[in-house]
């Protein structure tokens, strides 16, 4: 069985490629390397170097493959920057899955997994977000996701394309064997700024708020490891070769406090990890965490790595033998 994945040179794209690949799928890379690299994709994936915008490139692709789904993590994520650059945002992460989605249909691809956002709930009613909450995108970004999402509605309804959308708030971790891992420029996730700081790359971890509602003062956030992730979508995408239509949200049903993601990192690194206390950031909300039990009761999912320290762990097995990325 042959599977597209778009974005498979990225972090989380190059997990799921290998794990596929470990399964015995077939599996084609189509990434622009804007974000990605060639060096996280498995060397029994065939890599497309392409922009997702070149409709000739990506038809050709179709036209020598015969896919039997896709798995769609090619896009533009930060959500600060969606709000300084919209256009962007609309442009890359909704043009982009259109042509998927139309090569798709023109050549009779049923399964569809879109890797979407938590974002889709900026005003959320009850902590933790199960997939009834109300879709209020809090970025640009997020909208991009619900506009995908609903354009997939369209899809299933005209042309038979079951999907699958997957939403979580932070992926984190790395391979265990430390070959692949998070490399992106420029970093913006918790983990791996706070390995920074014990790799000397800088002088501390900056700390937006010590005053919110929780009990340490700092935010809660969900965080799921990045091979629990690649677990979900692979189930997901078996899990349409004879059923439904869904979507899911993805978490711990808990969470970790920016405090206690660094003390952790502090017993991982044994280094001081200092810290710097700054003012709250615009739209934080004290907790976000993901309610996982839909897809726990329907798919058997549950994450795997579901201790602080062992997603610490990988991911500082990874930051420390490779401090500089890909090195690219």
Not at 46 to 71: P, S
Not at 72 to 91: D, K, W
Request: charged share 20%; net charge negative.
């Amino acid at each position: 069985m042959k599977i597209l994945v778009t974005g498979g040179a990225g972090y989380i794209g190059s997990h799921v490629v290998q794990m596929l690949i470990e399964r015995g799928y077939q599996v084609v890379v189509y990434d622009n390397l804007s974000g990605g690299h060639r060096a996280a994709v498995h060397p029994d994936a065939a890599l497309i170097v392409g922009d997702l915008h070149d409709r000739a490139l990506l038809e050709r692709a179709f036209a020598q493959h015969d896919f039997a789904g896709i798995l769609h993590f090619a896009s533009q994520i930060l959500v600060s920057e969606s709000m300084r650059q919209p256009f962007t945002y609309l442009r890359d992460n909704l043009y982009t899955i259109i042509n998927v989605l139309e090569c798709a249909a023109q050549h009779g691809v049923k399964r569809f997994i879109l890797s979407s956002t938590a974002n889709l709930f900026d005003q959320p009613r009850r902590i933790p977000i199960d997939e009834s909450e109300a879709l209020i995108p809090g970025s640009v970004y997020g909208e991009t996701k619900f506009m995908a999402e609903r354009l997939l509605g369209w899809m299933d309804r005209i042309y038979g394309i079951r999907y699958c959308c997957l939403r979580y708030f932070n992926a984190c971790g790395a391979h265990p064997d430390g070959h692949i891992g998070e490399a992106h420029q420029p970093e913006t996730h918790l983990i791996p700024l706070v390995l920074q700081v014990a790799l000397g790359q800088r002088a501390a971890i900056e700390i937006y708020g010590a005053d919110y509602d929780t009990p340490d003062g700092t935010c809660i956030r969900d965080y799921v490891h990045v091979l629990d992730l690649a677990r979900a979508h692979i189930l997901a995408l078996e899990a349409l070769a004879a059923g439904r239509s869904r979507v899911y949200n993805l978490g711990s049903g808990s969470g970790y406090s920016v405090l206690e993601v660094i003390e952790a990192a502090r017993a991982v690194t044994r280094h001081t990890i200092p810290t710097v206390i700054s003012a709250r950031r615009a739209g934080d909300l004290p907790v976000l965490v993901a309610d996982s039990e839909r897809i726990s009761r329907e798919l058997g999912w549950e994450p795997a790595y579901n201790r602080l320290d062992a997603i610490i762990r990988s991911a500082w097995a990874w930051h420390r033998r490779h401090p500089r990325g890909y090195g690219e």
